[in-house]
């Protein structure tokens, strides 16, 4: 268990830069370090700051991956968290966009290359059974960084908070890793390095129609969330014409039901799992995405009185907004746990590894396409209405097009129950 609560913590770290960026954005912008008019500033920003990172960790994850397999899962671990706290440290002493994105390049490498240790490691170490609760400790971890990170950027000047989250990572990972490989040695039958790693295997692995299918939800389903957590912010600003700070409280509030989901998406399913229910997983996150994109438009196309500020008119679509993310986070620790319970020990950074580089890529394009979606139908509407308009109007249409992005993962889960059964493997 103090492993996990390790992990947890570095994931903390992280989560909270990674997310931060939603609430500076703005001010990077406002201080010219970031480019452009206010209509486009935002995709310019998506590019090269989410994109561009994104499609550079790429080319070295796979490879991250295989030695995380063939070498140890902590060692690759603990390298990766070395890049990630140079990566903010130079974010936070960044005076102009190149920096910038050496930064959030340096970030998002270590980010990408740690998450398949990561996920390997808690699949090695927690039994089949408890493996949701194991995974949701993960995703809650992600979910805290979230207020957490709207939180220091709207308190703390963007530059401060990126230096002192890098600092903690610095300052946990080899604690992390002592505990880690302490935990490995009293699990008979599980090894920190692969038992028997072969490229043909793996390769075979990665090609079944099951792990295929997951790695084609996981790209759909990123590409929401990465627009939707790192504009959301702007979102409300825009859209609903209510302050900064009152936006942050929001999407703030919102987050803690991001948690509850996480938490009970793995406790449902690992109950479900327990009493007998193969396909308990796959039913729960039918079931979460189904109600979460429903709710999620009504949040998104709520009629609120714009500029309007007080709390009985906020309660509403903050109560949507709560529930939405609540029921479509209720997939969140059961994707991860489907694809560990269809791949064997040897092979799961490396299928980690790609299920991540789609997963990054996702949340990479998300904010990229939300630029320019909302440029486009900026662009359509500014002739017809004022610029105030124009902006509010082009932000929900933006959004709502990327939540109907949610279909394709749903379609795919429920593909998922006759695939599931067939290609999953019980490990002694």
Known sequence: ???????????????????????????????????????????????????????IAIIFSIPMGILADKLGKTKILVVMCLLMSIGLFLVGT???????????????????????????????????????????????????????????????????????LGALVLVFTPIAFTIIEKTYKTLPG???????????????????????????????????????????????????????GTATIILTLSSISIIIGHIMGGLLADRRVKKGDVLGRVKISILGVTIGILV???????????GR???????????????????????????????????????????????NILNNLGWGLGPTLYGLLKDHYYTVLSPSLSHQEAIAVASKYSITTIVLLWLIPLVIWIIMLKLYPKSRIIES
């Open 1 to 55: 268990m103090k492993h996990l609560v390790l992990i947890a913590l570095i994931v903390l770290f992280l989560s909270t830069a990674n997310y931060m960026y939603a609430a500076v954005v703005k001010s990077m912008w406002q201080e010219g370090v970031i480019p452009g008019a206010e209509h486009e500033y935002e995709a310019i920003a998506g590019l090269w700051l989410v994109t561009i990172p994104s499609i």
């Open 94 to 164: 960044s005076q102009g966009l190149s920096m910038l994105t050496i930064g959030f390049s340096l970030f998002t490498l270590g980010m990408m290359g740690a998450y398949p240790a990561v996920m390997g490691i808690i699949a090695d170490t927690t039994p089949e059974e408890r493996r949701g609760t194991g995974y949701a400790v993960y995703y809650a971890s992600t979910a805290i960084g979230y207020p957490l990170g709207l939180i220091i950027g709207l308190l703390l000047a963007w530059r401060t908070g990126y230096s002192v």
């Open 190 to 244: 599980r090894t920190v390095k692969s038992r028997e790693y072969k490229a043909k295997g793996a390769l075979k692995t990665i090609t079944t129609p099951a792990i295929i299918a997951l790695f084609i939800l996981i790209f759909f389903w990123g590409m929401p969330w990465g627009a939707i957590t790192r504009y959301a912010v702007n979102f409300l600003m825009d859209a609903w014409g209510v302050s900064k």
């Open 296 to 306: 999620m438009l009504s949040f998104v196309l709520y009629p609120y009185p714009f």
């Open 309 to 355: 500020e007080e709390l009985a008119i906020l309660l509403p679509p903050a109560i949507l907004a709560l529930a939405g993310m609540m029921f479509t986070t209720l997939a969140y620790p059961n994707i991860s746990s489907v694809l560990s319970e269809v791949t064997k020990q040897e092979y799961r950074a490396t299928v980690f590894a790609v299920f």
